[in-house]
């Protein structure tokens, strides 16, 4: 074999070491990617609460008090309005309203 030709399969022998070495890399971000995703889900379950309206309640302080963290006020008021039907914001003393819930679990 010639100089030429050595240095040729040298060449080759790098490049294909390289892509080895990008692929094993990727592999492994992709698979710890993966792994971290999975570890930080939990599931969700969602339940529904019966709350009793006292005296100077308002939608508004219900959604604030029972919404979950991922949520604003606002999100809370439509999804119990939605679930007990109601055509605006007002809500009277001695009711009872249901109210959406999410409980994480491991």
């Avoid at 119990?80 to 819930?101: C, D, F, H, T, Y």
Wanted: charge should be positive.
């Amino acid at each position: 074999m010639n100089n030429r030709t050595m240095r040729k399969r040298k060449r080759k022998q790098v490049a294909w070491y390289q892509k080895c070495m990008v692929l094993t890399i990727v592999l492994m971000l992709t698979g710890c990617g993966i792994v971290l995703g999975a570890e930080g889900k939990q599931k969700e379950t969602i339940y529904y609460e019966s709350v009793e309206i006292h005296w100077g309640d308002s939608l508004w302080s219900i959604a604030k008090k029972y919404r979950s963290e991922d949520e604003t006020t606002e999100q809370m008021v439509e999804k119990i309005q939605a679930l007990n039907n109601l055509k605006n914001e007002n809500i009277r003393a001695g009711e009872s309203i249901l109210v959406p819930m999410k409980k994480q679990e491991k």
